[in-house]
Protein backbone atom coordinates (compact mmCIF):
# COMPACT_ATOMS: atom_id res chain seq x y z
CA UNK A 1 0.00 0.00 0.00
CA UNK A 2 3.03 2.26 0.40
CA UNK A 3 4.35 1.61 -2.74
CA UNK A 4 1.03 2.94 -4.31
CA UNK A 5 0.76 6.12 -2.18
CA UNK A 6 4.29 6.69 -3.17
CA UNK A 7 4.18 6.43 -7.09
CA UNK A 8 0.30 8.80 -6.63
CA UNK A 9 2.70 11.32 -4.25
CA UNK A 10 5.57 11.48 -7.33
CA UNK A 11 3.50 11.52 -9.83
CA UNK A 12 1.35 14.66 -8.63
CA UNK A 13 4.70 16.27 -6.73
CA UNK A 14 3.52 15.66 -3.21
CA UNK A 15 5.08 15.33 0.01
CA UNK A 16 5.06 11.44 1.04
CA UNK A 17 5.51 10.29 4.89
CA UNK A 18 4.29 7.04 6.60
CA UNK A 19 3.45 7.16 10.24
CA UNK A 20 2.77 4.31 12.10
CA UNK A 21 0.25 4.87 15.02
CA UNK A 22 0.35 1.79 16.55
CA UNK A 23 2.04 -1.49 16.26
CA UNK A 24 -0.76 -3.12 14.82
CA UNK A 25 -1.02 -2.82 11.01
CA UNK A 26 -5.03 -3.38 9.96
CA UNK A 27 -6.98 -1.21 8.96
CA UNK A 28 -4.00 0.74 7.04
CA UNK A 29 -5.44 4.13 6.20
CA UNK A 30 -4.49 6.72 3.46
CA UNK A 31 -4.99 10.42 3.67
CA UNK A 32 -4.92 13.71 1.73
CA UNK A 33 -3.53 16.17 3.49
CA UNK A 34 -2.84 20.12 2.63
CA UNK A 35 -0.74 22.57 4.39
CA UNK A 36 -2.52 22.86 8.42
CA UNK A 37 -5.86 21.39 7.07
CA UNK A 38 -7.27 18.45 8.78
CA UNK A 39 -6.35 15.38 6.94
CA UNK A 40 -9.21 13.70 4.89
CA UNK A 41 -9.20 10.02 4.47
CA UNK A 42 -8.45 8.38 0.67
CA UNK A 43 -7.74 5.09 1.50
CA UNK A 44 -8.78 1.97 4.09
CA UNK A 45 -7.22 -1.34 3.59
CA UNK A 46 -9.00 -3.13 6.29
CA UNK A 47 -7.43 -6.48 6.66
CA UNK A 48 -8.07 -7.19 3.10
CA UNK A 49 -5.12 -8.49 0.45
CA UNK A 50 -5.20 -5.70 -2.07
CA UNK A 51 -2.31 -5.70 -4.70
CA UNK A 52 -0.69 -2.17 -5.29
CA UNK A 53 -1.98 -2.07 -9.04
CA UNK A 54 -5.86 -1.77 -7.04
CA UNK A 55 -4.58 0.46 -4.58
CA UNK A 56 -3.47 2.65 -6.62
CA UNK A 57 -6.92 3.11 -8.79
CA UNK A 58 -8.28 3.67 -5.58
CA UNK A 59 -5.84 7.08 -4.73
CA UNK A 60 -6.31 7.81 -7.89
CA UNK A 61 -10.06 7.80 -8.44
CA UNK A 62 -10.28 9.56 -5.16
CA UNK A 63 -7.76 11.92 -5.93
CA UNK A 64 -9.63 12.87 -9.01
CA UNK A 65 -13.31 13.63 -6.94
CA UNK A 66 -11.29 15.92 -4.51
CA UNK A 67 -9.64 17.89 -7.34
CA UNK A 68 -13.66 19.11 -8.16
CA UNK A 69 -13.95 19.96 -4.90
CA UNK A 70 -13.10 24.11 -3.94
CA UNK A 71 -10.86 23.98 -1.16
CA UNK A 72 -8.51 22.03 -3.23
CA UNK A 73 -7.70 24.16 -6.03
CA UNK A 74 -3.97 23.47 -6.88
CA UNK A 75 -5.42 19.45 -7.72
CA UNK A 76 -7.94 21.00 -10.34
CA UNK A 77 -4.94 21.98 -12.01
CA UNK A 78 -3.34 18.47 -12.10
CA UNK A 79 -7.27 17.03 -12.88
CA UNK A 80 -6.30 16.08 -16.62
CA UNK A 81 -2.65 14.13 -15.40
CA UNK A 82 -4.51 12.27 -12.70
CA UNK A 83 -6.63 10.78 -14.94
CA UNK A 84 -3.71 9.75 -17.29
CA UNK A 85 -1.45 8.24 -14.83
CA UNK A 86 -1.02 4.22 -15.46
Not at 5 to 15: D, G, S, T, V
Not at 42 to 52: R, T
Not at 65 to 78: D, G, I, N, Q, W
Amino acid sequence: MSLAAEKMARKLKLNFEVKMLRKSFTPIYVYYEMANEEPIPIYCNNNSQSNMEAVYLALKNMMFVLSFHPKHEALRHVRNDIMQFS
